[in-house]
C-alpha cells in the first residue's frame, strides 16, 4: 500500500511539474487534442491506434520524429481545425487528404492558409514529400481543382503534356509559407 501511495505521490508531482512550466508532452495529452499538437521539443503529435488483449482497439497519444521548425508548446485553435477541415480524431496524417478537393479547398482557404502556419506546415511538408509545392496546388485548386489532383498524383512523373507542366510547378525551393 505505502508503494502505491509513493507512486501516485510521484505521478500527481510529475503532472504538477509539466503544468507549472507549461510542458506539452505529447504521451500526457488527452487524445481529444493530440492531433496537430507540437510538444514542448517540437515535435509533432499524433494520434495511434493499438490493440489490447480483448481484441478492441485503444488510441493513444504519441510524440512522432518529426520536428517543427520555429514552434513548440502549440495546441492548435478549434478555429484552425474547422477553418482547414481537419480532423482531431484523425490517426496518423497523410498526403492522401491533398488529393480530395473539399479538402483541399478548405486547407488553401484565406482563412486557413493565412491563419493557421501550424496545419499549413504540416501540409505542406506532406505534398513535398510527394513532389509537389503547397502554394502551387493552392493555385490550381483555386482555378481547376481537378488538375491539381492530376499534379499531386503525377508528383512530376506524368507521361504526355502533363508531365513537363507538373516538373514545372515542383521545382520550386520547398520552404514552408510561414
Do not use: W
Amino acid at each position: 500500500m505505502a508503494s502505491f501511495r509513493f507512486s501516485f505521490v510521484l505521478f500527481l508531482s510529475s503532472l504538477f511539474l509539466h503544468a507549472a512550466s507549461a510542458e506539452i508532452v505529447c504521451e500526457e495529452l488527452p487524445n481529444e487534442i493530440c492531433a496537430f499538437t507540437i510538444s514542448s521539443s517540437s515535435k509533432r503529435c499524433l494520434l495511434e491506434t493499438y490493440a489490447i488483449k480483448n481484441g478492441g482497439i485503444e488510441y493513444q497519444c504519441r510524440t512522432s520524429e518529426v520536428v517543427v521548425e520555429k514552434m513548440a508548446d502549440y495546441i492548435e485553435t478549434d478555429a484552425c481545425v474547422k477553418a482547414c477541415g481537419v480532423d482531431r480524431n484523425s490517426v496518423g496524417i497523410s498526403s492522401d487528404a491533398l488529393l480530395e478537393p473539399q479538402f483541399t479547398a478548405k486547407l488553401c482557404s484565406p482563412a486557413c492558409y493565412q491563419n493557421c502556419p501550424n496545419i499549413v506546415d504540416l501540409y505542406f511538408n506532406l505534398a513535398s514529400g510527394e513532389g509537389a509545392f503547397l502554394p502551387d496546388l493552392c493555385d490550381a485548386a483555386r482555378s481547376n481543382p481537378h488538375r491539381s489532383m492530376i499534379q499531386l498524383m503525377s508528383s512530376g512523373a506524368a507521361p504526355g503534356p502533363a508531365a513537363s507542366e507538373s516538373a514545372s510547378l515542383t521545382s520550386a525551393p520547398a520552404s514552408a509559407p510561414m
